[in-house]
């Protein structure tokens, strides 16, 4: 990743054997990152653990220390504060995809059916901007409700669309229409 110029910010769990080898101001630290026949990479690690809180009662717990590994050594240019932020626009990123790779492509194993890139392209836009629909709508239904849309689950969302487009589909079908329109010439219904 480095050589692409790239900034790397990972989560780093236990395959990760981290030494601390010097600790910066922020309580962040630098370690060492090895792996079998390559140079060892000097990465600072950010640990904090996230709060949650139930907002039925109350409740607030504690859960697991996240441990991130980072190139941006500098924590001045780079505050420990900004990571948990960073790293959970992160994962937003990645529950994009998975919806739209998983849950509306129709599997992990799902490929697109276009065979160019033309039309692939053209078939990834097209599934973006039935993701971006479907996120506006949970938007609304949300402010509606008054509850955060982070709440309304798009799986269940995309669930009842393709319910609805079904049964709107099947009113709409060729033959239904086709025996509609000859049911009213001839004035039977």
Not at 84 to 90: Q, V, W
Not at 151 to 178: G, K, W
Request: hydrophobic content about 40%; glycine content about 8%.
């Amino acid at each position: 990743l480095r050589a692409t110029g790239a900034h790397v910010v990972m989560r780093a769990g236990s395959q990760f054997p981290l030494t601390q080898a010097k600790v910066l101001p922020d309580g962040t630290y630098l370690a060492e990152l090895h792996k079998a026949g390559r140079e060892a990479i000097t990465v600072r690690v950010i640990e904090y653990s996230v709060t949650t809180t139930d907002h039925a009662t109350g409740e607030v717990t504690e859960g697991e220390t996240v441990r991130l590994i980072t190139d941006l050594l500098d924590v001045e240019a780079y505050p420990a504060e900004d990571f948990p932020d960073l790293y959970r626009s992160r994962w937003v990123s990645e529950e994009i995809f998975d919806a739209v790779k998983t849950d509306m492509r129709g599997g992990t194993d799902a490929v697109l059916r276009s065979r160019s890139p033309e039309l692939a392209r053209g078939e990834a836009w097209a599934l973006l901007c039935v993701y971006q629909a479907i996120g506006d709508l949970v938007v609304q239904v949300g402010d509606t409700a008054g509850e955060s849309p982070d709440r309304i689950s798009f799986s269940d969302t995309l669930r009842f669309f393709r319910s609805t487009i079904t049964s709107v589909a099947e009113a709409f079908s060729p033959s239904t229409v086709e025996i509609r329109h000859r049911q009213g010439r001839s004035g039977t219904n």
